[in-house]
């Protein structure tokens, strides 16, 4: 099979609760797993245009406001420190400047 890389936007969805949204991916190539919605950019699209894209396509929203940037992701993210990322996010609120998810967030 042939990797092919192209741009994504990735969203973290909290609720007032702090609960994050999750959806469950079935591919044929792997076991199912877990992962925050979002997709690849379509042509000519911004990051901002396909995560609310990916918003009414996935979960059926197109009433939710986007907030700042959290993190680049430029590998192969799920991201693998999410909960880590999520209890700074909720504690600390949204970082000055996006996280580099290939380096550890630090507690």
């Not at 890389?5 to 609960?19: D, H, N, Q, Y």
């Not at 700074?88 to 580099?100: K, T, V």
Request: glycine share 8%.
């Amino acid at each position: 099979m042939e990797i092919v890389e192209r741009e994504a936007s990735r969203l973290l969805v909290i609720s007032p609760a702090g609960t994050v949204l999750l959806l469950r991916l079935e591919p044929t190539f792997r076991d199912p797993f877990w992962v925050t919605p979002g997709g690849g950019l379509d042509d000519g699209e911004t990051h901002e245009e396909a995560a609310l894209r990916e918003l009414r396509e996935e979960v059926g929203r197109d009433d939710l406001t986007l907030g700042p940037w959290i993190a680049t992701m430029d590998e192969a993210v799920y991201p693998l420190d999410l909960a880590t990322l999520l209890e700074h996010l909720l504690r600390d609120g949204p970082p000055e400047h996006a996280i580099d998810l290939g380096a550890s967030v630090e507690d």
